[in-house]
């Protein structure tokens, strides 16, 4: 794995948060409403996405 990659919480319109890896945000930038990050790991953006779960930016899946 590659240790330079970082990760990013991003919210669809679905109002859902997920974490994805920084090659597939520009993927699809359309569906994105807002994203947080780079985060060094996916450990790092699970932990930042519960609190925006508990802060209700962002609904669970």
Known sequence: MNNSQTWYIVKRNTNNCEI???EQIGDDGVNIIEQ???FNSREEAIARRVG???AGKCQPQ
């Open 20 to 22: 994805v890896p920084s």
């Open 36 to 38: 947080w990050g780079p």
């Open 52 to 54: 925006l779960i508990r």
